[in-house]
């Protein structure tokens, strides 16, 4: 098992910027961070194994959704998005259910950052038959759902719509009208609070294993991402 220290970074686009935290007290006792990185229920909210909060907690992790944009940073243009954080034993359904607006063939990016010192790497595949995607992604729930280095992104051929599941386990939807991405959060018993931080935009750790990493070529071959 890995794990990587990270402060908070607006790898997802559509978060907003947030104050730097203070700074860094003492690194907690081993016993006590190895409690930390074990516990993942929050109340109500079971974190997958891809993802902890810092120790500190600055961001507790609960469910539900909130309205945001992608900014353009060349034309100005904006591009409304959703953001939403679910439990664990909803968060790869609702991820599967949000693809069903992008229509019957869909564009897919796979992002993989377990490469020590390398940028993200992306695979992609072009006209993929949505539901054929759906099947072979439920093969590898275990990697989406708890790698911390796998990230997807499937998006609509032409129009400028588009559903993430990202590595910190968030679902983001781009797309001109919120309307049936919200739909479909709400039916799966997400609320809207658009108040609502992320685990994303605090201090954070992320985990991943060197299985993952042989996973994730697998996914790749599996749907001709090249």
């Known amino acids: 098992m ?31 961070l190895a409690a930390h990185m074990a516990r993942t229920r929050y109340g109500q909210f079971t974190l997958t194994d891809a993802i902890r909060p810092g120790w500190q907690l600055d961001i507790v992790p609960r469910a539900g959704y909130r309205h945001d944009a992608w900014v353009d940073p060349q034309g100005g243009g904006r591009l409304p998005a959703l953001v939403a954080a679910a439990s664990r034993e909803d968060l790869f359904e609702t991820f599967l259910d949000l693809l069903a607006p992008l229509g019957d063939t869909v564009d897919v990016v796979l992002e993989s950052s377990h490469a020590e010192g390398v940028d993200r790497v992306e695979h992609v595949r072009d006209g993929i038959e949505r539901l054929v995607l759906e099947s072979v992604l439920w093969e590898y729930e275990d990697l989406l759902l708890h790698d911390g280095c796998t990230g997807i992104a499937v998006m609509h051929p032409e129009l400028s719509m588009e559903v993430q599941l990202d590595e910190h386990k968030l679902i983001v939807a781009y797309a001109p009208s919120r309307v049936p991405f ?3 959060l709400r039916e799966r018993g997400l609320e809207r609070d658009d108040r609502l931080r992320f685990i994303s935009q605090a201090e954070h750790l992320h985990t991943s294993h060197e299985r993952f990493t042989r996973l994730f070529a697998d996914l790749a071959g599996r749907i001709g991402a090249g």
């Open 182 to 184: 919200e739909r479909v």
């Open 2 to 32: 890995r794990f990587f220290d990270e402060h908070p970074a607006l790898t997802t686009p559509a978060l907003r910027a947030v104050p730097a935290p203070a700074p860094r007290s003492a690194r907690p006792d081993d016993a006590t």
